[in-house]
């Protein structure tokens, strides 16, 4: 399949004037693209070694606010310069922006050019290189769902955001007719990404009116968020060329189911599956059984960053395909963790609890850090859940608001010794300021509910 560029493969493109863009691009706190448009020449010539951002791309919001309160960087210090380092190995073509190529970046520090440790792409590294230290490499894929609807962003936003309309008209899971009549969208999303050297497998329609669902095969766990990521970026931007919008809002309306991203994942060592064990009556291998517990185990206090804003917890609702527990179960979608291929070598164990909201940086090196530290202590897995598990009333719930969520992870000893005080602290802070931010705000349902009978 077509792929990443090597740098010859691009400084020949620039040459031959097939590419005159090329994207530098970091990933911040909430798992956006952001960084410069460099003319290629430049970047093949000079910039390809470095350029540089301000430190407050790592400290703000959904907004692009400065809040107050984070070590990193603050109005005191200066908000001074981050190091944008490119991962040459991330080159690749962006097929839907004319003549313009893509690469990743890491971020470092201006003076020492260490990794910044709140860096998604370093998080993520850490547990990675924690889980080689130990023989496995971790194997990921996840499901990325949003909504299309009528009309586009700007369209949407000078309305502010009333009268949604979705593409479709009714519920168009797995349907084919419906999906049809989106291919002008969801076509040049499969081969575009596909010619990014994104291994697409498939999209479909999902479980709700205008809701879609895109799958990535799977890939090592940095390879898996590059690709979520771009994948996101590119739903929104080839959405927004057809005149529609696109979002990974989980919650968009009381009335309708949410949109959620599932995580798969397995580890591997010496290139063969290590949760497989063809002797047990699941075909788990103890090392699974103890990878399983530890995500069980830590789910609440890693939850904020599988559910990071205020809006993700209104997903969490019985009945909607949404865990609400955090148990595992045998190929059952009402469990917070589903064992997935069973006595094969596909087998797996998908996390549920996830939004679309979520940063997969951030996701899979909190769930990489549970899954170690559940084999470090060999954690006993427990019985599987069976039936509705909605109803299990002795099963651990999730945090079932962003305040909830956001005192599991400052109280998490366990991520406190595997991300670091600094990044746990700072990421506490995100989830503070999230919440400070809504407490402020007058919703439409106060006003409705009490204008005329308060």
Same mark, same amino acid.
Not at 172 to 176: A, G, K, N, S
Not at 202 to 207: D, I, L, Y
Not at 211 to 223: K, T, V
Not at 417 to 424: A, L, P, S, Y
């Given at each position: 399949m077509?792929g990443?560029?090597? $740098?010859?493969?691009?400084?020949?493109?620039?040459q031959?004037?097939t590419?005159d863009?090329?994207l530098?691009?970091?990933?911040d706190?909430q798992?956006?693209?952001?960084?410069?448009r460099?003319?290629?020449?430049?970047?093949i010539?000079?910039?390809?070694?470095?350029?540089?951002?301000?430190?407050?791309?790592?400290?703000?919001?959904?907004?692009?606010?400065?809040p107050?309160?984070?070590? @990193?960087?603050s109005w005191?210090?200066?908000? %001074?310069?981050?190091v944008?380092?490119?991962?040459?190995?991330?080159?690749?073509? !962006?097929?839907?922006?004319?003549?313009?190529a893509m690469v990743?970046?890491? !971020?470092l520090?201006h003076?020492?050019?260490d990794?910044?440790?709140?860096s998604?792409?370093? *998080?993520? =590294?850490k547990q990675?290189?924690?889980l080689?230290?130990l023989?496995?490499?971790?194997?990921?894929?996840?499901?990325l769902?949003?909504?299309?609807?009528?009309?586009s962003?700007?369209? *949407?936003?000078?309305?502010?955001?009333r009268?949604l309309?979705p593409?479709?008209?009714?519920n168009?899971?797995?349907?084919?007719l419906q999906?049809?009549?989106e291919?002008? *969208?969801?076509r040049?999303l499969?081969n575009?990404?596909?010619?990014?050297?994104?291994p697409?497998e498939?999209?479909?329609?999902?479980?709700? @009116?205008g809701?879609?669902?895109?799958?990535?095969?799977?890939?090592?766990?940095?390879?898996c968020?590059?690709?979520h990521?771009?994948?996101?970026?590119?739903?929104?931007e *080839?959405?927004?060329?057809?005149?529609?919008?696109?979002?990974?809002l989980?919650?968009w309306?009381a009335?309708?189911?949410?949109?959620?991203?599932? !995580?798969?994942?397995s580890?591997?060592?010496?290139?063969?599956?290590?949760f497989?064990?063809?002797?047990?009556?699941?075909g788990?291998?103890?090392l699974?059984?103890n990878?399983m517990?530890g995500l069980?185990?830590?789910a609440?206090e890693?939850?904020?960053?599988?559910a990071?804003y205020v809006?993700?917890?209104?997903?969490f609702?019985?009945g909607? $395909?949404?865990?609400?527990?955090?148990?595992?179960s045998v190929d059952?979608?009402?469990a917070? $963790?589903?064992?997935?291929g069973?006595?094969?070598n596909g087998i797996?164990?998908e996390?549920?609890? %996830?939004?679309s909201?979520?940063?997969p940086?951030?996701?899979?090196?909190?769930?990489l850090?549970a899954g170690?530290k559940?084999?470090?202590?060999k954690?006993?897995?427990a019985?599987?859940t069976?039936?509705d598990?909605y109803?299990?009333?002795?099963?651990?719930e999730?945090?079932r608001?962003?305040?909830?969520?956001?005192?599991?992870?400052?109280?998490?000893?366990?991520?406190r010794?595997?991300?670091?005080?600094?990044?746990?602290d700072?990421?506490?802070?995100?989830?503070?300021?999230?919440?400070?931010?809504?407490? =402020?705000? !007058?919703?439409?349902?106060e006003?409705?509910?009490?204008?005329?009978?308060?």
């Open positions: 077509p990443t560029l090597s $740098f010859d493969d691009l400084k020949s493109r620039v031959k004037r590419i863009t090329v530098v691009c970091l990933v706190m798992g956006r693209l952001m960084g410069k460099f003319h290629a020449v430049n970047f010539e000079t910039s390809y070694k470095e350029t540089h951002c301000c430190n407050y791309l790592l400290a703000t919001d959904l907004e692009m606010a400065t107050d309160g984070y070590a @990193a960087t005191q210090t200066g908000y %001074g310069d981050y944008m380092k490119p991962d040459l190995t991330t080159i690749r073509p !962006v097929p839907w922006l004319e003549g313009t990743l970046c890491d !971020v520090d003076h020492t050019h990794p910044i440790p709140h998604p792409r370093a *998080i993520l =590294k990675i290189a924690r080689e230290g023989g496995f490499t971790a194997m990921m894929a996840t499901e769902e949003f909504f299309l609807f009528e009309g962003l700007d369209t *949407i936003c000078k309305d502010g955001f009268n309309q593409i479709s008209g009714y168009e899971d797995y349907h084919i999906t049809t009549k291919e002008g *969208i969801m040049p499969r575009h990404l596909y010619a990014a050297g994104i697409v498939n999209t479909k329609g999902e479980a709700e @009116a809701q879609e669902e895109l799958n990535i095969r799977y890939a090592a766990a940095l390879d968020a590059d690709h990521t771009i994948a996101k970026h590119a739903v929104k *080839i959405a927004w060329s057809q005149g529609h919008a696109a979002t990974f989980p919650k309306s009335d309708r189911v949410g949109s959620s991203s599932h !995580v798969h994942q580890l591997w060592q010496d290139d063969m599956p290590a497989v064990n063809t002797s047990d009556p699941l788990m291998s103890d699974m059984r990878y517990a069980i185990a830590y609440p890693y939850t904020y960053f599988l990071p809006n993700s917890y209104k997903r609702a019985k909607t $395909f949404a865990p609400t527990k955090t148990v595992w059952n979608r009402t917070g $963790f589903r064992l997935c069973d006595n094969t797996r164990v996390c549920r609890i %996830g939004g909201d979520l940063n940086y951030l996701a899979q090196a909190a769930m850090a170690i559940g084999i470090e202590d954690l006993e897995l019985p599987a069976k039936g598990v109803e299990d009333a002795g099963a651990q999730i945090p608001t962003l305040r909830a969520a956001t005192e599991t992870l400052r109280g998490s000893d366990m991520l010794t595997e991300m670091g005080d600094e990044v746990i700072h990421y506490v802070r995100a989830a503070e300021w999230e919440q400070e931010e809504f407490d =402020k705000a !007058v919703t439409d349902w006003i409705a509910r009490g204008f005329e009978r308060a």
